[in-house]
């Protein structure tokens, strides 16, 4: 029996966009944008230093970087001297000296293995609320890094970020951080009242934990890119452990149509992700995106379902997770890509609790 397959217009236009944008080699979009991984990501383990002692770095230009977030060495070290020039004003060439003194200073060359496996020991992580889960993620969804879920409507995407904004205020013991959580809302999604049954379910006051939440409605991909840079000032003075923007790309996804826009998408989406690891290797916080799909009418047999972003998004997220949904309460979660964990897939329940197994 053939399976009749039926897309509308919207699902052609982003399946063309992602077949050309695999075509571009998304290497050359992130050429200019990769994050330095020589960090030392735990910022108060390395002495305050101040940016006035850089080279070409005056008072007013130190006043117009710390604006913009760039108040510590480590913020200078992984930047690019286009954005010095761009927010400082500095010239080039000081920018560029600028960066290598930053990096000179906080020892950024080559380390052996061993060191590095110290500093991956540091490495917070959350638990989902199943254990079936944790034990596909190693123990959770990890700092430092990017963690995205995809899937289709219903699939349950929201629901681990609600999860994940009562987790990660349990105490270390139960799987939690202690700390609260950044939520940049770009669909509207949000729902405070079922943050609240899960909190409950937690043995938790769900008063104090919606203090401990912060919430940012997103209106277009701008208003979207700038609350992630102001989450930086956030992250400093609220105790910010996780970081979540739910959904990735719907913004992008309206504003760039065809194929005339796709670099300007790509571009600007590859951006924004290099900012968002950044603020996780740099303040040792956790990021959660979700992000929508597409059905791709290439694929004749099998599921052909694909994350929208194309290799901009695949690349800069280090544990991608697809989600499906089966009958009832039950959920399906696909661990497709990790540099350290094997492919697997494992059952789950969403109910009124929250997500358990």
Request: one cysteine or more; a negative charge.
């Amino acid at each position: 029996m053939k399976k009749e397959k039926i897309m509308d217009n919207e699902e052609n236009n982003d399946f063309v966009n992602e077949t050309i944008d695999d075509s571009l080699d998304s290497e050359d979009l992130e050429t200019d944008t990769m994050v330095s991984k020589d960090a030392d990501p735990i910022k108060d383990k390395i002495k305050p230093k101040d940016i006035l002692d850089l080279p070409g770095i005056g008072p007013t230009s130190a006043e117009k970087l710390k604006a913009a977030g760039f108040d510590t060495y480590e913020a200078i070290a992984v930047a690019s001297p286009m954005e010095l020039v761009a927010i400082a004003g500095l010239g080039e060439g000081t920018a560029i000296k600028c960066i290598k003194a930053a990096r000179d200073s906080l020892e950024m060359g080559f380390e052996s293995a061993d060191i590095l496996l110290e500093k991956r020991k540091m490495i917070d992580k959350i638990t989902t609320g199943s254990a079936s889960l944790d034990e596909l993620l190693a123990g959770g969804i990890e700092s430092q890094s990017i963690t995205e879920v995809y899937g289709m409507f219903a699939s349950g995407k929201s629901q681990w970020c609600f999860q994940l904004c009562v987790t990660t205020q349990l105490p270390k013991d139960k799987g939690g951080l202690e700390g609260s959580v950044l939520y940049i809302d770009t669909e509207n999604s949000f729902r405070p009242e079922r943050v609240s049954q899960m909190a409950i379910a937690k043995g938790l006051d769900p008063d104090e934990v919606m203090k401990k939440i912060f919430v940012a409605r997103a209106y277009n991909s701008d208003h979207q890119m700038l609350l992630a840079e102001k989450a930086v000032d956030l992250i400093k003075e609220k105790n910010i452990k996780l970081l979540i923007v739910d959904s990735l790309t719907s913004q992008f996804r309206s504003e760039f149509t065809g194929r005339g826009q796709l670099s300007d998408r790509q571009q600007k989406l590859n951006k924004h992700m290099r900012l968002l690891q950044k603020v996780a290797e740099l303040y040792n916080v956790a990021v959660f995106v979700t992000n929508q799909v597409m059905s791709r009418p290439d694929v004749l047999f099998g599921d052909p379902t694909d994350a929208i972003g194309g290799n901009v998004v695949k690349h800069a997220s280090k544990t991608r997770l697809y989600l499906r949904k089966s009958s009832g309460s039950k959920r399906i979660a696909k661990l497709v890509d990790s540099p350290a964990l094997p492919d697997g897939e494992v059952a789950y329940n969403v109910t009124e609790k929250g997500i358990e197994d």
